[in-house]
């Protein structure tokens, strides 16, 4: 079974921030209908309190801090539903930035699509960010590493593979990551070198 | 994600290996390696009561050909866990795919390090792993004026640049530096020969990769140069090549690799004896087999513990697990998504196969972006 292809919508969280006119009641009931676990939410507060996967939320001036906190939360997929009619609905769309988008008045055919292209979008961002964060904790021990190196090279007059081979031999013995010998070398160089001045 | 098929169906696996084309020579005992594992786990019972079921398409030695059957095995064919890559270009392909799609590559070959992915479990050296290693060695026994050669893509010349700077670390230094066609022919090696003769390293550095292995060893054979002191040492040259170019050929040269067929560990004995046994008793075995065949063993350790192949719930259960490998004791290493692999050195015999003359004591963790090298 492809993870990416099918939705489980029984194992779905979703949250319908919508006043309950006809499409706020056509959202709850279709999503309920999906199997999905629905909950209603309006007004909206300032930021979503509770875990969910999808949210389904009117764009308007008075939801916008809400819509501004779940594009931060990195687990919700924010699907727009916005009123053509409305004259600022497009820079509402802008500035809020929804993964996906319903107009109103919504049909039902949209919700499904928009459902499911928002969570594939939002699960992606994810795993994208979540290389993002090991690489910048690469290059921050890169960093690190290279400093210590340096330090050991001038302090002990060894050349740059002696020197690396220290530092990975005291982390294999103290059973801990390099990063953490290269800070030791640094900050007790640096405290070190404070105490001669 | 909850299973809507029936507890009896089989678990659908991708299988990427060319069995054409100009890599096919080490793509294809990769392909044996794996779907001898598979039928072990099938014979053992399958993974909870549910066989393995390969679905295999040919790339044919074309990067593009894997993008797109990682594509269709992601979405038609419904398979979310994808065995396959030789090439470091066939995996960059595969990469944007498995990372959109969500699925999980598992790819069993030594490569240039300097990459991650969520969705890659790689089960083949990175540069700490064999170069460091091999680096040491030959400045140490033979001199420190290298030569390199090697295939024209992304992997020799990305590793080239980390030869280099390991070289510069050690006092080492490059004198010559060439690139060939993965589809070069004989004639193109034996130019190359005139170069070396006029140049006389002390180690030729290859990263010549398939069917022109040979064609670069043959060349050198024919130039009448001496392996006891112009060696040609090489991180990919194994028995699936040295068997393609004949023993004579590649006697003396040297190769750095996580494993040998002549690896004398009790596990090794059995699936070389295994292996054979399937194949044909005149096959020889690889580093490249033995990544493919022990990845579906820790793959199917791993989803008889979860009983799902979604990428999110299984490949947390795979990040730190541990397998007898026939390398020996081996570890998926949770920080990088590499493998923790044992270095060994060999230099291949009048048999054809490789002369251990030099291992780690334990499996080496693996640094891919050589952080502390």
């Known amino acids: 079974m492809s993870s990416g292809a099918q939705i489980d919508y029984r194992q779905l969280r979703v949250v319908v921030a919508h006043p309950r006119d006809a499409d706020g009641d056509m959202l709850l009931r279709h999503l309920q209908r999906l199997g999905c676990r629905v909950d209603h939410l309006w007004p909206t507060p300032d930021q979503l309190d509770a875990e969910a996967d999808v949210v389904f939320c009117l764009i308007e001036p008075e939801t916008r801090p809400f819509c501004a906190s779940l594009m931060e939360k990195v687990h919700a997929a924010l699907v727009g539903i916005v009123d053509p009619a409305h004259p600022r609905s497009m820079q509402l769309l802008t500035d809020v930035n929804p993964l996906a988008v319903l107009t109103k008045p919504v049909d039902a055919a949209a919700l499904l699509t928009n459902l499911v292209v928002a969570r594939n979008n939002s699960r992606y961002q994810r795993r994208l960010q979540s290389k993002i964060s090991k690489l910048e904790e690469t290059l921050r021990s890169v960093r690190k590493v290279e400093r210590a190196k340096t330090i050991l090279m001038e302090q002990r007059h060894i050349d740059e593979s002696e020197a690396y081979a220290y530092l990975r031999e005291q982390a294999m013995k103290k059973r801990v990551p390099i990063g953490v010998i290269a800070s030791v070398v640094v900050e007790s160089n640096d405290v070190l070198s404070d105490e001669k001045d | ?373």
């Open chain 2, 1 to 373: 994600m909850a299973q809507r098929l029936s507890d009896r169906d089989p678990w659908r696996i991708g299988v990427l290996f060319s069995q054409t084309g100009v890599t096919a020579v080490i793509e294809e005992t990769q392909l044996r390696g794996t779907i001898m594992a598979i039928e072990e786990v099938n014979a053992a019972g399958g993974v909870n009561d549910r066989e393995l079921v390969p679905i295999l398409y040919d790339p044919a030695s074309e990067a593009r050909n894997f993008a797109r059957y990682a594509d269709k095995l992601l979405t038609e064919d419904g398979v979310s866990t994808i065995f396959g890559c030789y090439t470091s270009s066939s995996r960059k392909a595969v990469l944007p795919v498995v990372e959109r799609r969500n699925g999980l590559l598992w790819y069993p070959t030594l490569y240039e390090g300097f990459e991650y992915s969520p969705n890659i479990i790689y089960t083949g050296a990175a540069p700490n792993q064999n170069s460091v290693e091999l680096v040491d060695f030959l400045l140490e026994s033979y001199g420190s004026r290298f030569y390199l050669i090697g295939s024209d893509y992304i992997y020799p010349r990305e590793s080239n640049r980390i030869m280099r700077e390991l070289l510069r670390q050690r006092r080492g230094q490059v004198v010559g530096e060439h690139y060939l066609d993965l589809g070069a022919r004989p004639s193109e090696f034996r130019l190359l020969m005139r170069d070396l003769r006029n140049t006389r390293p002390d180690v030729i550095f290859s990263t010549v990769v398939g069917r022109a292995t040979a064609y670069l060893y043959q060349a050198y054979v024919d130039a009448g140069f001496d392996p006891r002191t112009m060696p040609i040492a090489s991180l990919t040259t194994s028995e699936a090549e040295v068997k393609l170019m004949g023993a004579d050929v590649a006697c003396g040269h040297i190769t750095a690799a996580p494993y040998f067929e002549s690896v004398k560990t009790p596990n090794n004995l059995s699936f070389v004896s295994r292996y054979k046994k399937r194949f044909g008793e005149d096959e020889p075995t690889n580093l490249c087999v033995e990544a493919a065949y022990f990845q579906v063993h820790v793959f199917a350790k791993a989803l008889a513990e979860v009983n799902s192949m979604d990428p999110d719930v299984l490949r947390p259960v795979v990040l730190g697990s541990e397998f007898d490998a026939p390398q020996g004791h081996i570890a998926i290493d949770s920080d990088s998504s590499h493998t923790n692999l044992w270095t060994r050195l060999g230099r291949a015999n009048a048999s054809g196969q490789f002369d251990v003359i030099k291992e780690s004591l334990w499996a080496v963790k693996p640094d891919p972006y050589l952080v502390s090298h």
